[in-house]
Structure formats: C-alpha cells, structure tokens
Antibody, heavy 118, light 107 residues
Framework: QAQLVESGGGLVKPGGSLRLSCAASGFTFSDYYMGWIRQAPGKGLEWVSY????????YYSDSVKGRFTISRDNAKNSLYLQINSLTAEDTAVFFCAGGPTSGAFHIWGQGTTVTVSS | DIQMTQSPSSLSASVGDRVTITCRASQGITRSLAWYQQKPGKVPKLLIY???ILESGVPSRFSGSGSGTDFTLTISSLQPEDVATYYC?????????FGQGTKVEIK
C-alpha cells in the first residue's frame, strides 16, 4: 500500500540546520506532486512547501522562504527538506504529503519532530 | 495572499446530529478546496477534494459543497469516531493555505 516515511528530525540549537527526508513506497512517486506541512505543538496545520512531480515547480510559504529548500530524487523515491537558520518558532512536527492530480494531499507520512532549543 | 477562515472554531453536538463547518476564502478559488480530518494524536486524513469529491474509503455521511469563496463540510449524522479537528485547504495556487481548524466534540 502507498506509504510515506519521514526521517531526519531531532533536537537542534537555534541557528542550526537539519535535512528531513521522506521515503515513498507503494505508488509511482514520480507521478506525484509532494509537499511539506508542519504543525507546532497544540497548533493547526501550516503549509510549508510544494514541489511538482518533475521537480521543476517549487513554492514556499513566506515564513520559510530563503531558509528552507525542498527537493526530490525520483530515482530514489525520496523527498527532502533542507531547513536552515532554525528558530524556536520552527519547532513542530513536519509531515510530508502528496497527491497525483487534484492538488490535495491524498497521502501523508507519520511525521518527524523538529525541536529547536538551546 | 488569500486567507482561509473557518467557522466555528469549535462545536459540540450530539451523536446523530447534522454538523456543518464553513470555510471562507478571501478571494475566489474556484473549487480548489480540500477538507482534512485530524483525530487527536493522529496524522491528517483527506476527506474531500475539489470541494465535493469524497476520497475513497471515506464514509458517505461526510459531504462537501461550495465554490468560489464559500465552502461547507457537512457530517449528516455525527458519530463518536468523528471527534477530531477539521481543516480546509486551498490549492489553486501558492501559498496553499490551511484554515485554522474546527474542533468537533460530542455533547
């Protein structure tokens, strides 16, 4: 069955960096647009970034633009998010998610937790 | 940027009640709207996309309607397992903003 598994989260100091990964299986990854969504503790869902199926179209939210970089490797069925210059406000569970055509996120991973603290 | 506003922020209803959640976009988004359900401690789950198309496997008591700026998620007969927070999301263009969520509880 279709599955997304995130990894790479952890505890990082303010100003630090992390690279999140999302491994896809059970579906044709190269046919899916993908994205990252985060959820701060006790808060709602926040859309972070989007990448088209071929990787040529990329968008970011204003809150992460210039600090986060989304990428994908279709040969490895993997999605990535490089996150730099982290602040406490970036503490959240990061979900990867994707879909085939509609624009909505049909498949979600379990999430990986990023904690920014000194 | 287009803002997405859900109402109410929370509601409490009895089992079997009809429940309606509204999502309003600050500008028109045609029918590029999805609804998600997030149960406590769980991963969000897609319920409806393109404003009214039910995702495969989602119970038929869930339905969506609307276009342009005003959208509605309806639960025709609330069940105990529907306790969750519900989010709308626009995806016509970036940023693909979520609404702030509506928490649904059983009275």
């Amino acid at each position: 069955q279709a599955q997304l598994v995130e990894s790479g989260g952890g505890l990082v100091k303010p100003g630090g960096s992390l690279r999140l990964s999302c491994a896809a299986s059970g579906f044709t990854f190269s046919d899916y647009y993908m994205g990252w969504i985060r959820q701060a503790p006790g808060k709602g869902l926040e859309w972070v970034s989007y990448i088209s199926s071929g990787g040529t179209v990329i968008y970011y939210s204003d809150s992460v633009k210039g600090r986060f970089t989304i990428s994908r490797d279709n040969a490895k069925n993997s999605l990535y998010l490089q996150i730099n210059s982290l602040t406490a406000e970036d503490t959240a569970v990061f979900f990867c998610a994707g879909g085939p055509t509609s624009g909505a996120f049909h498949i979600w991973g379990q999430g990986t937790t990023v904690t920014v603290s000194s | 940027d287009i803002q997405m506003t859900q109402s109410p922020s929370s509601l409490s209803a009895s089992v079997g009640d009809r429940v309606t959640i509204t999502c309003r976009a600050s500008q028109g988004i045609t029918r590029s709207l999805a609804w998600y359900q997030q149960k406590p401690g769980k991963v969000p789950k897609l319920l409806i996309y393109a404003a009214s198309i039910l995702e495969s496997g989602v119970p038929s008591r869930f339905s969506g309607s609307g276009s342009g700026t005003d959208f509605t998620l309806t639960i025709s007969s609330l069940q105990p397992e529907d306790v969750a927070t519900y989010y709308c999301q626009k995806y016509n263009n970036a940023p693909r903003t979520f609404g702030q969520g509506t928490k649904v509880e059983i009275k």
